[in-house]
C-alpha cells in the first residue's frame, strides 16, 4: 500500500500556461514558481513551464533560484527577496537576475558582476522596493552604471485591494517607468501583474506578467473557479485508507474530544496531519472524497494523521470503503474531486495557502 502523495498532472500545468499565454499575449509570462511551486515541487514544475514555452521563472531568492539550476532549468529566473549583505555572486555563477530593491543591492550586483538587474519598485504594497522617495536616487545611479549593468527590467507588485488602488498603483509605475526614460533607461520587461491583475486588466499586463496560481490551475477569484477561467487544477492530494475503526454514538476521536459519534460509526485513519500541512483547523470542517462519497473529516487534525467519518456498515449512501482504499482530499473540480478552494473556505483560509503550506516531504508523483 502506498502513502499519501501529491500528485502533479504535467499536462495540466502545460494546458493552463497556453491558456494564459494566449490571454495575456503579446506580453511575456514568467510563472512563479516559488515556495516549492506552490507546494508543486519546484524542479518539475520549471521544467514543465520552460518545456510549455514560457518565458521567465519567477522565484523568492538566490537559495530557490540555484536549487533551480542544480536541477537542470535552463529558463531565465529573476529572484527578488534577498537578504541584508548579500553578495550575489551565486547570481553570477548560475546565471540568476536579481531583482533589486535598493541602492545597496545595485551597487552589490555590480561589485559582484552581475550583467542585468530588474529594479523593484514599491508602489504601494508596503513590502520590498523602493519606495517613491528613493526613485530618483537609484535611477540616477543605475543611469551612470549603465555601462557595467543592465536595467532589462523594472516591475512592482499590486495590493488586489479595488480596481482604484491597483489603479494607483499601475499610474505610479508609469510615472517610474517615464522617470527612467528620462534617464535614457527604457527597461524591455515592465512587469507588475499577477494571477488576478493578469486575467482582470488589460492594461495591467504591459510586456510581461508574473503568474504562480493560475498556472497551477487554480483560481485567485473567489467568485471565479478554475473553470471559469479555462483552467485545471494540476494538483491532487491523496492517501490511503490505513484503518477503519467502528465507534459507538458517544465516543470521541482525537485529542480533545472535538467530535463524538452522534451514531454508532466507522471511522477511517489516513496518514496526514499537520506535520505534511494539512491546516490543524480541518478538522470537524473540511471533506475529503472515499468511496465516491464526499466524507466529514472528524476530530483534532494531528501531527501525522486524521480521522473521516465514512458512516455506520454498510455505508449510509452504500458504497462501501475498504482498508487501501485512495482518499482524495482536494484535486481537480472537473472530475469530481473537492478543491483546494473548498478547503480554504472551510478553513477560514485561500487556495494559496493550502497547496503552498503541503510539505516537501510528501512525495510528489509527476504525470
Ligand atoms: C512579487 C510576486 N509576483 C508574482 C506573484 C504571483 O502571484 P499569483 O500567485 O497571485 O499569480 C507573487 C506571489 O505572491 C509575488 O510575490
Redesign the pocket.
Known amino acids: 500500500m502506498r502513502g499519501p502523495l501529491v500528485s502533479i498532472d504535467t499536462a495540466a500545468l502545460r494546458q493552463n500556461v497556453q491558456v494564459l499565454r494566449a490571454a495575456v499575449a503579446p506580453a511575456k509570462v514568467?510563472t512563479?514558481v516559488?515556495a516549492n511551486a506552490?507546494g508543486h515541487g519546484a524542479v518539475a514544475c520549471a521544467l514543465a513551464f520552460e518545456d510549455a514555452g514560457v518565458d521567465w521563472l519567477?522565484v523568492?531568492d538566490l537559495d530557490e533560484a540555484t536549487a533551480l539550476r542544480a536541477g537542470g532549468v535552463k529558463l531565465p529566473i529573476l529572484a527578488?527577496l534577498h537578504a541584508p549583505g548579500e553578495t550575489f555572486e551565486r547570481a553570477v555563477q548560475h546565471d540568476i537576475t536579481p531583482g533589486i530593491s535598493d541602492l545597496a543591492q545595485l551597487e552589490a550586483c555590480v561589485a559582484a558582476g552581475v550583467p542585468r538587474v530588474h529594479l523593484c519598485l514599491d508602489t504601494g504594497l508596503s513590502r520590498n522596493g523602493a519606495v517613491e522617495s528613493e526613485w530618483p536616487a537609484l535611477f540616477d545611479r543605475a543611469a551612470e552604471l549603465r555601462d557595467r549593468i543592465t536595467v532589462e527590467g523594472v516591475?512592482s507588485?499590486l495590493s488586489?485591494t479595488s480596481p482604484q488602488e491597483d489603479g494607483h498603483q499601475m499610474a505610479s509605475f508609469v510615472t517610474a517607468a517615464g522617470m527612467l526614460g528620462e534617464r535614457g533607461i527604457t527597461p524591455p520587461l515592465q512587469h507588475l501583474a499577477?494571477?488576478?491583475a493578469?486575467v482582470s486588466y488589460g492594461a495591467s499586463r504591459i510586456t510581461m506578467v508574473?503568474?504562480?496560481?493560475?498556472?497551477y490551475g487554480l483560481s485567485?477569484f473567489a467568485d471565479r473557479s478554475p473553470g471559469d477561467l479555462g483552467l485545471r487544477s494540476a494538483l491532487t492530494l491523496s492517501a490511503p485508507v490505513i484503518g477503519i475503526k467502528e465507534v459507538a454514538a458517544g465516543e470521541g476521536t482525537s485529542y480533545g474530544y472535538t467530535w463524538r459519534a452522534e451514531r454508532d460509526t466507522r471511522l477511517a485513519l489516513l496518514p496526514l496531519g499537520y506535520a505534511d500541512g494539512i491546516e490543524r483547523h480541518a478538522g470537524n470542517r473540511a471533506f475529503a472524497l472515499i468511496g465516491g462519497e464526499l466524507r466529514p473529516v472528524v476530530g483534532r487534525i494531528a501531527m501525522n494523521s486524521m480521522t473521516v467519518d465514512i458512516g455506520p456498515e454498510p455505508t449510509d449512501a452504500g458504497a462501501a470503503v475498504h482498508l487501501g482504499d485512495e482518499a482524495i482530499l482536494f484535486g481537480d473540480a472537473t472530475v469530481g474531486h473537492p478543491t483546494a478552494f473548498d478547503w480554504a473556505e472551510s478553513t477560514g483560509t485561500i487556495n494559496?495557502e493550502v497547496v503552498a503550506r503541503l510539505s516537501p516531504r510528501l512525495p510528489r508523483s509527476y504525470r
Request: proline share 5%.
Open positions: 514568467m512563479v516559488k506552490y519567477g523568492v527578488w516591475m507588485h488586489n499577477a494571477s488576478a493578469s508574473r503568474i504562480g496560481l493560475a498556472s485567485p494559496y
